[in-house]
């Protein structure tokens, strides 16, 4: 074995002047610009930045999988490159997909995985118990891998990376798309691993407020470092520029779009009932009445800073000197008939059998023309099997449902023209072009001719994607595919629009264009139904729906569920302290 350089000691992983790019027919893209930093020794370093931010290949440098184009990278003191085999001795890697064989059951993968690690047959039993005690995965282990929800499936994953502790531990976006009971759980298992085992652990995510559990972090963006250190270093800064507004509730969507795009504005967001408002200079709450010249009725309260206000002024700075545009921009669509307090979507008692299991086992709500409504649950809830039977894509076992009037039991294909849906992974065909993607599905929903040329200009115009008509989609960065995915459900104009996991793995700013784009869907009367993880997208909603084993927990605002159910001794509780109280309290 080749021995290890003594030099920066305290550090895991050093990165010196870092380069990677990879072509794309003729196209070079450069997922890492010469990145130089270091990471601690003992602790958790989080990798921040969303999908194409290089976190994935700088993940795959550190573990020896690619080699760097310039520039070097030292991990537990061997060169990644030259000395692969001594790091991938020493670390254990787990990628966003990893390698779950779902034919065979926890303990079989297990086995199979202590069989590559090489462990000793009699050192595995002790093993596998206090990694599945430690997961709560200890009563499944006869169930098949398939058959465990996302969350357990990531839990199954970490365990076999687990299996034989290493001494640095990468895990690459452990919990995107996982509910945050799982999520939380997830981290108590690394933390417990850094305290027990003296573990180092790098681990990538896109969520800001998860990056806060980090003992420190590297905020990256499009292959660039833009800064590294504990998370407070970042948000504290912005102390005195925090603030909560609480308008009268129709008037809270027009106020936070007047606010986000002013330059005196970092970010503007609708939390329930509220604004939050981060502005670029320090204020008491008076002056921010005064200087945005709010209503005497607007309730102004001073908020404290988080890391994803950092973030965003980051990013926004960066954009600016890149000559990019900062400002959010709205759609048009055409004003959706009705009244507003007309239910558009009923369910009264729907249930989904799968042979003895019911996936739904009896659920009911409304929703109103023009509300953004939730549906939120943890993993395996029941909500992805509600979409479909609401978007007609699968049949109910028992129930009435209404969609845009129609009995979705007998005239499934009446209603689906009047609904568009994006899915949770996208969808459209990765071989063609945007451009040839957008005439498919305008046809495919019976546009043709002049009114198919509009449409298709507008979606071009509307979701800037005139410089990508031409792109293969599979070439999109994930942002892009989104803005297409949008598009092309929004190509005939339908009244009741079905959004699946919609911003996953997005930074901030496209995160919050898109919900630029959902208020002035709802403002024209569109119906939008949402499902999220992410649990502050929650607050977006009008109303939620919390689901848990097929069944409802409870159905309110996001501001009346916060009121009923939030832990003890917490005066302003989150969207997430509320999910987890009312998942807890079930599970009791």
Known sequence: MSRARDNDEGYCIVAQNLRKSFFSGNKEIVALHDCTFK?????????????????TTFMRLCAGLLVPDSGSVQVLGFDATEHFLDVQTNIRYMPQRFGLYEDLTVRENLELYSDLLGIEPEKREDRYRILMDMTGLAPFMGR???????????KLGLACTLLKPPRLLILDEPTVGVDPVSRRELWEIVYSQVEQEGMSVLLSTAYLDEAERCQEVILMHEGHV????VPDRFSKPLSGHCFMLKPAPQKKRALQRSLANRDEVIDAIILGERIRL????????EAVREFFGLEQTVEITESEPRLEDAFIWLLKERLKKLGRSVKFK????????GKGDEEVIVVKNLKRRFGDFYAVAGISFSVRRGEVFGLLGANGAGKTTTFRMLCGLLPASEG?????GKNLRK??????????????KFSLYVDLTVLQNLRFFSSAYGLFGKKQEERINWALEAFDLKDEANSISRDLPLG????????AALMHEPDILFLDEPTSGVDPLARRQFWAHINSLADAGVTIMVTTHFMEEAEYCDRIVIMKRGRILAQGTPEELKKRFHPPGITNPTMEDTFITLIEMEGA
């Open 144 to 154: 098949l891998a398939g058959r465990l929800s996302g969350g357990m499936k990531q």
């Open 400 to 404: 009435q449902l209404y969609v845009a």
């Open 39 to 55: 990471v601690k020794s003992g602790v958790v370093t989080g990798l921040i930045g969303p999908d194409g931010a290089g976190k």
């Open 411 to 424: 005239a499934r294909a009446k209603a689906r023209e009047r609904i568009g849906y994006m899915a949770q």
């Open 226 to 229: 833009m800064g590294q250190g």
């Open 480 to 487: 892009y595919k989104q803005r297409l995915a949008l598009a």
């Open 278 to 285: 981060v502005t670029t200079e320090a204020m008491e709450p």
């Open 330 to 337: 709205t759609i048009t669509h055409r004003k959706v008939a």
